[in-house]
């Protein structure tokens, strides 16, 4: 075991991997993972809370591992697997499930919104979701857990969870910090900006998606939304349209809010609609050809998540025999 300290996230393979992705959460990986012993997976149990078709699942999953590589994770280095791969997820699941209250998981802001939404498939595993990813984290003694805003609250679950647990059986499990990363977080939809660019979006042309040609790219910034006025000015409350421009260009670049005013000052908001659109396009070329050329070798891609899997199940099988000891459960 090395000494640095863990990292576990995940994304759900539940839609093709957007903008967003990248900007908010693999790319930060991608500076964590040298720093930190990493578990990224792929999330395919939680994707079936809601209901999806299996040959697209399939594909969105090894299309996925293939976009994790091709944004710069290595898999010498990471850990990246399949969540389906690793059968502690569902067991620890089960025990942690015996550890939440069910009040606790009906005040997650998720589950109500997405049942709200989803009225006609309100299933268990929507409710219990929360505890899978408990588990998923718990399952790796992860010290920090990249997450989105959207899932501080899920994550404040988790470290409950474990901390009743430890108070119950002595230290089992590390209780997570979340890294919310500050800039990238949240994309906006380039047609609502007050919304977050979703996987639901479809083509629209509200959502950039990582696979996306550079004509499509060009198209959709062609076609986002502005504010009233003319210039380049970061300001979400007049300008949300445009500040979600500067966020993005600014995640594309590396320039900060104040450069991008001054490049663009004067130049309205054509012009600057062009130049988003021709750096994320160039963003995203290497990263969609090298996931288009690691999907034409099917067999190099098993062996990666084959790899991962037996690295997960290393880890999150030691935590769940130390768990079922101190549970009770006879040794097998
Ligand atoms: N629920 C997360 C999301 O929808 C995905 C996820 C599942 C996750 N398990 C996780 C994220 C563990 C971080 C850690 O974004």
């Not at 903008?19 to 990493?38: H, P, Q, R, T």
């Not at 090894?62 to 990471?78: S, V």
């Not at 588990?135 to 899920?154: E, F, R």
């Not at 130049?275 to 067999?299: F, H, Q, S, W, Y």
Request: proline share 4%; hydrophobic share 40%.
């Amino acid at each position: 075991m090395s000494d640095k300290k863990v990292i576990f996230s995940g994304i759900q393979p539940s839609g093709e991997l957007m903008l967003g992705s990248y900007f908010g959460a693999i790319k930060n990986w991608v500076e964590l993972s040298g720093m930190y012993d990493c578990y990224f997976c792929i999330v395919d149990m939680h994707a079936i809370t809601v209901r999806q078709d299996p040959a697209e699942l399939r594909r969105r999953t090894l299309e996925q591992l293939a976009q994790y590589i091709a944004c710069g994770l290595d898999p010498e280095a990471c850990a990246l697997f399949v969540q389906s791969h690793a059968p502690q997820h569902a067991e620890l699941a089960w025990v942690l499930g015996c550890y939440t209250m069910f009040g606790e998981l009906q005040r997650m802001t998720q589950f109500k919104e997405k049942s709200s939404k989803n009225t006609e498939n309100i299933n268990s595993g929507l409710f219990t979701y929360p505890v899978l990813m408990a588990a998923d984290i718990l399952a790796y003694q992860a010290d920090l857990v990249p997450v989105g805003d959207d899932q501080k609250q899920h994550l404040e679950l988790t470290r409950d969870i474990a901390q009743r647990f430890n108070g119950i059986y002595g230290d089992v499990f590390t209780v997570p910090e979340p890294y919310i990363p500050k800039t990238g977080a949240r994309i906006m939809s380039l047609c609502d900006p007050s919304s977050k660019m979703s996987k639901s979006d479809g083509t629209s042309g509200a959502s950039v998606y990582l696979m996306d040609t550079p004509e499509a790219i060009m198209r959709a910034f062609k076609r986002a939304v502005t504010d009233s006025g003319s210039e380049v000015r970061y300001d979400l409350a007049e300008k949300p349209g445009v500040s979600n421009l500067m966020q993005i260009y600014s995640a594309a670049t590396g320039m900060d809010l104040s450069a991008i005013e001054a490049r663009f000052s004067g130049r309205g908001y054509g012009y600057f609609k062009s130049a988003v659109g021709e750096a994320v396009a160039e963003t995203l070329r290497p990263i969609r050809e090298r996931a288009a050329d690691l999907m034409k070798n099917k067999d190099y891609l098993a062996g990666i998540y084959k790899k991962g899997a037996r690295r997960a199940s290393e880890t999150s099988g030691r935590t769940l025999r130390g768990v079922y000891e101190k549970l009770g459960f006879v040794e097998k």
